[in-house]
């Protein structure tokens, strides 16, 4: 399980959506990447959450742009003009995370668009068990490409990391915020996506999972904790979730009665 690693060589233009400001660049390999900086908004555990968000989608065979490391170089930026991107790219020097960028993708409409009931199910099952709050109506983060539906952005999962106490607790947690998903009215097969997710993340594919994360990044976490503890946080966080499965998922049923 390993990601390709890329390097910027050209910054195309910001792209001003919520308060981390990530931008759409070229690297060396000819392609173009959203990359999502470590330097902004909620920093390395917004890129953290992006990581194992983008790789369980993957696993669980949902469509996620491809995701790379991105290295920025230090002398990269320091001819932009705008002071605030300048200083953003200035505190993202090194390990940044990108998502190939799916050129005339359209944002997802639930009006016009209907899911079949198993992938919805499945990404709302993901959704309730990585506690995705930024999947709604307002903000779908899921696109249509080639007339197929393709998941963006999980840097709003595990918000338990936000305050890295007592992550048992939180790992039991029926995540009743699921009510506001925006797939939920389509999700009619929860079992059998329950089912089919828990057979793919076994415990050793976890840990795979959050081997992932770069040591750089998991240093910067919290003080006092090795890239080593963090990672094993989020492990423990993520096995003891998925065996309490029936929590969320008893959740996301209840919810799902109200709109039916």
């Not at 991107?85 to 050129?103: E, K």
């Not at 490409?145 to 106490?165: C, R």
């Amino acid at each position: 399980m390993t990601l390709r690693t890329v390097n910027v060589t050209r910054y195309i233009t910001p792209l001003r959506e919520g308060g981390s400001l990530p931008a759409l660049a070229e690297a060396d390999d000819d392609f173009k990447y959203v990359v999502k900086f470590r330097g902004a908004g909620h920093g390395t555990k917004a890129l953290i959450s992006e990581l194992i968000g983008g790789v369980v989608a993957k696993l669980l065979k949902l469509r996620v742009p491809e995701l790379v490391f991105v290295e920025l170089d230090e002398a990269f930026g320091q001819t932009e003009g705008d002071e605030e991107i300048q200083d953003l790219l200035q505190a993202s020097r090194g390990l940044n995370l990108g998502l190939h960028f799916l050129s005339g993708a359209l944002a997802y409409d639930p009006v016009t668009t209907k899911v079949d009931g198993l992938l919805a199910s499945k990404i709302v099952w993901m959704d309730a068990f990585l506690t995705n709050v930024d999947r709604t109506v307002k903000n779908t983060n899921m696109l249509m490409w080639h007339k197929e539906l393709w998941l963006i952005d999980h840097g709003s999962t595990l918000y338990f990391h936000h305050s890295w106490t007592n992550h048992e607790k939180q790992a039991l947690t029926p995540f009743s915020l699921i009510k506001d998903h925006v797939l939920l009215p389509f999700a009619d097969q929860l079992n059998e996506a329950d089912a089919e997710c828990k057979a793919v993340l076994t415990d050793e594919v976890i840990r795979e999972i959050v081997n992932l994360i770069p040591k750089e990044w998991a240093s910067t976490i919290e003080a006092g904790e090795t890239a080593e503890s963090v990672r094993e946080v989020y492990y423990q966080f993520l096995t003891l979730r998925l065996k309490n499965a029936e929590i969320f998922l008893n959740e996301a049923q209840n919810a799902r009665k109200t709109l039916i």
